[in-house]
């Protein structure tokens, strides 16, 4: 059915009032901003867009509950919302649902590195998934940390009290002191060993742009066989030349190919090393 004329008029007037938006939005006016949102959503309230700038709004002014909201309304609207999934992932782990922001923000990051990959909400979309993936790991790391600690200290008491049982009712006193110490030493040793996956090392360098330095996030292969983090090359090729930074070889942004065996390798590091998430 074609648009009628007073569906057509609607359209136009919820496009002036977005406008209206966007300068009210940009001198910092939000409360004004809103109301522009909100008339422009009472006139078409099935475009994505009027939703996502509305929750930006709130997000200024820390309202997450309206920005979830919004957020959900417009991802209804538009699955492929980047802006939508980043906020509502933003929202979520305001209220420390770490889980369902981080799966939030990770849908954002697919959808923007799709769609362009050195725009500017990737780099903030994967800085603030970093964030709340490493304080995830840094939550449980202080749980796990905590029950290591207090299973420890029970089964130190545990062989301590063992041993005094023992030596009271054996001779050899001296040999059983000996065994409970070294008993008490492998004890320690299982216990430190259970601890190193929460310790901070390196990053193994093969998991590293050789460019940045820093852990991939998407990494691609180039034909000479060297791998790199694909905004970090794709911006060498713009700027600095059409060649491969290490071997000087011509190379073209068409011949960058997903490494997928990476991607693997950094995704497993990091479900195992969570520490290694932490931005600086």
């Known amino acids: 059915m074609a648009p009628t004329v007073a569906d057509s008029g609607a359209a136009k007037q919820a496009e002036l009032l977005k406008q209206?938006?966007?300068?009210?939005?940009?001198k910092d006016r939000f409360g004004a901003a809103i109301d522009a949102y909100t008339e422009a959503i009472t006139l078409c309230p099935n475009v994505p867009i009027y939703w996502t700038n509305r929750a930006l709004c709130h997000l200024k002014r820390n309202d997450w509950i309206?920005?979830?909201?919004?957020?959900?309304?417009?991802?209804?609207?538009?699955?492929s919302?980047?802006?939508?999934?980043?906020?509502?992932?933003?929202?979520?782990?305001?209220?420390?649902e770490y889980g369902e922001g981080v799966k939030e923000l990770e849908k954002a990051l697919d959808l923007g590195r799709g769609a362009n990959p050195k725009s500017y909400i990737v780099e903030e979309i994967w800085q603030e998934l970093a964030k709340?993936?490493?304080?995830?790991?840094e939550h449980e790391s202080t749980k796990r940390s905590w029950d290591l600690q207090n299973l420890k200290?029970?089964?130190?008491?545990?062989?301590?009290?063992?041993?005094?049982?023992?030596?009271?009712?054996?001779e050899g006193f001296i040999d059983e002191i000996l065994s409970s110490s070294e008993q008490l030493e492998a004890l320690g040793k299982v216990f430190k060993k259970a601890a190193e996956a929460d310790t901070p090392t390196e990053v193994p360098d093969y998991l590293c742009c050789k460019i940045t330095l820093d852990i991939f996030r998407d990494p691609v292969i180039t034909p000479s066989g060297f791998t790199y983090e694909r905004a970090v090359i794709i911006d060498h090729i713009h700027k600095v030349g059409q060649f491969d930074p290490i071997t000087r070889e011509p190379l073209y942004q068409s011949?960058?190919?997903?490494n997928l065996a990476i991607k693997?390798?950094?995704?497993?590091?990091?479900?195992?090393?969570?520490?290694?998430?932490?931005?600086?």
């Open 20 to 26: 209206d938006g966007n300068i009210c939005f940009k």
């Open 66 to 79: 309206k920005v979830e909201e919004d957020c959900r309304r417009a991802i209804q609207l538009d699955h």
């Open 81 to 96: 919302s980047v802006k939508a999934h980043y906020m509502l992932g933003l929202a979520l782990l305001q209220r420390q």
């Open 132 to 137: 709340a993936r490493y304080l995830e790991w």
């Open 153 to 170: 200290e029970a089964c130190e008491t545990a062989l301590k009290e063992k041993h005094l049982r023992d030596s009271s009712q054996t």
């Open 255 to 258: 011949q960058l190919v997903p």
């Open 264 to 280: 693997e390798a950094v995704q497993a590091f990091l479900e195992q090393h969570g520490w290694a998430y932490r931005v600086d």
